[in-house]
Protein backbone atom coordinates (compact mmCIF):
# COMPACT_ATOMS: atom_id res chain seq x y z
CA UNK A 1 0.00 0.00 0.00
CA UNK A 2 1.03 3.50 -0.60
CA UNK A 3 -0.20 6.27 1.30
CA UNK A 4 -0.72 9.67 -0.25
CA UNK A 5 -1.55 12.87 0.88
CA UNK A 6 -2.24 16.16 -0.75
CA UNK A 7 -1.62 19.70 0.52
CA UNK A 8 -1.33 23.30 -1.03
CA UNK A 9 -4.38 23.75 -2.41
CA UNK A 10 -6.23 26.91 -1.96
CA UNK A 11 -8.31 30.46 -3.40
CA UNK A 12 -5.79 32.47 -5.97
CA UNK A 13 -6.78 35.39 -8.42
CA UNK A 14 -6.09 34.56 -12.25
CA UNK A 15 -2.43 34.86 -13.25
CA UNK A 16 -1.29 33.64 -10.29
CA UNK A 17 0.86 30.96 -8.67
CA UNK A 18 0.28 28.31 -6.22
CA UNK A 19 2.88 25.03 -5.48
CA UNK A 20 0.73 21.51 -4.95
CA UNK A 21 2.86 19.09 -2.72
CA UNK A 22 1.80 14.91 -2.48
CA UNK A 23 3.32 13.39 0.35
CA UNK A 24 3.47 9.75 0.31
CA UNK A 25 4.22 6.86 3.04
CA UNK A 26 4.08 2.94 2.40
CA UNK A 27 5.37 0.94 -0.18
CA UNK A 28 8.74 2.09 -1.78
CA UNK A 29 7.69 5.49 -3.60
CA UNK A 30 10.67 5.27 -5.95
CA UNK A 31 8.99 2.19 -7.58
CA UNK A 32 6.35 4.03 -9.26
CA UNK A 33 5.66 6.91 -11.56
CA UNK A 34 3.69 9.52 -10.02
CA UNK A 35 1.05 11.88 -11.29
CA UNK A 36 -1.80 14.40 -10.86
CA UNK A 37 -5.18 14.95 -12.16
CA UNK A 38 -8.07 17.23 -11.40
CA UNK A 39 -11.49 16.96 -11.45
CA UNK A 40 -13.93 20.05 -11.82
CA UNK A 41 -17.45 20.39 -10.93
CA UNK A 42 -19.43 18.22 -13.45
CA UNK A 43 -16.65 16.98 -15.47
CA UNK A 44 -14.84 13.74 -15.46
CA UNK A 45 -11.40 13.62 -14.04
CA UNK A 46 -8.94 14.59 -16.27
CA UNK A 47 -4.45 13.79 -16.61
CA UNK A 48 -2.90 16.91 -15.54
CA UNK A 49 0.85 16.07 -15.55
CA UNK A 50 3.15 12.55 -14.78
CA UNK A 51 7.13 12.18 -13.86
CA UNK A 52 8.63 8.74 -14.26
CA UNK A 53 10.39 6.45 -10.99
CA UNK A 54 13.76 8.59 -11.61
CA UNK A 55 12.41 12.17 -12.07
CA UNK A 56 14.05 12.05 -16.06
CA UNK A 57 10.95 11.75 -18.01
CA UNK A 58 7.84 13.71 -17.46
CA UNK A 59 4.06 14.45 -19.43
CA UNK A 60 2.31 17.20 -19.18
CA UNK A 61 -1.78 17.44 -20.66
CA UNK A 62 -2.12 20.30 -23.49
CA UNK A 63 -4.21 22.66 -21.48
CA UNK A 64 -1.15 23.08 -18.71
CA UNK A 65 2.11 22.51 -21.07
CA UNK A 66 4.20 25.67 -20.28
CA UNK A 67 2.40 26.66 -16.97
CA UNK A 68 2.71 23.76 -14.89
CA UNK A 69 5.46 22.10 -13.64
CA UNK A 70 6.18 18.59 -12.00
CA UNK A 71 8.76 17.69 -9.58
CA UNK A 72 10.05 14.70 -7.44
CA UNK A 73 12.12 14.23 -4.54
CA UNK A 74 12.53 10.52 -3.94
CA UNK A 75 14.42 10.98 -0.63
CA UNK A 76 12.19 12.80 0.90
CA UNK A 77 8.75 10.80 -1.07
CA UNK A 78 7.41 13.84 -2.25
CA UNK A 79 5.91 14.94 -5.60
CA UNK A 80 5.51 18.77 -6.14
CA UNK A 81 2.94 20.12 -8.97
CA UNK A 82 4.18 24.17 -9.57
CA UNK A 83 1.13 25.92 -11.11
CA UNK A 84 2.21 29.52 -12.82
CA UNK A 85 -0.22 31.92 -14.73
CA UNK A 86 -3.44 30.25 -13.71
CA UNK A 87 -6.75 30.29 -15.19
CA UNK A 88 -10.59 30.39 -13.77
CA UNK A 89 -10.73 26.78 -15.69
CA UNK A 90 -8.06 25.08 -13.98
CA UNK A 91 -10.47 25.10 -11.13
CA UNK A 92 -10.92 22.28 -9.57
CA UNK A 93 -9.89 19.45 -6.98
CA UNK A 94 -6.51 18.06 -7.39
CA UNK A 95 -5.69 14.53 -6.67
CA UNK A 96 -1.61 12.55 -6.47
CA UNK A 97 -1.38 9.40 -8.01
CA UNK A 98 0.92 6.34 -7.95
CA UNK A 99 0.66 4.46 -11.22
CA UNK A 100 2.93 1.76 -13.90
CA UNK A 101 4.73 4.87 -16.01
CA UNK A 102 3.77 8.10 -17.35
CA UNK A 103 2.41 6.73 -20.48
CA UNK A 104 0.18 4.59 -18.58
CA UNK A 105 -1.41 6.96 -16.28
CA UNK A 106 -1.74 9.75 -19.10
CA UNK A 107 -4.38 7.37 -20.40
CA UNK A 108 -5.60 6.83 -17.33
CA UNK A 109 -4.85 2.93 -17.04
CA UNK A 110 -2.78 1.63 -13.84
CA UNK A 111 -3.24 4.24 -11.17
CA UNK A 112 -2.60 2.36 -8.17
CA UNK A 113 -3.02 4.32 -5.26
CA UNK A 114 -5.02 7.70 -4.77
CA UNK A 115 -4.52 10.69 -2.51
CA UNK A 116 -7.81 12.27 -1.10
CA UNK A 117 -7.73 15.79 -3.31
CA UNK A 118 -7.16 19.02 -2.57
CA UNK A 119 -9.32 22.00 -3.85
CA UNK A 120 -7.64 25.05 -6.29
CA UNK A 121 -9.95 27.69 -7.38
CA UNK A 122 -9.06 30.43 -9.36
CA UNK A 123 -10.86 33.35 -9.35
CA UNK A 124 -11.19 36.26 -12.30
Known amino acids: QVQLVESGGGLVQAGGSLRLSCAASGRTFSNYAMGWFRQAPGKEREFVAA????????NYADSVKGRFTISRNNAKNTVDLQMNSLKPEDTAVYYC?????????????????WGQGTQVTVSS
Open 51 to 58: ISWSGSST
Open 97 to 113: AAGLNIATMEGGMYNYY
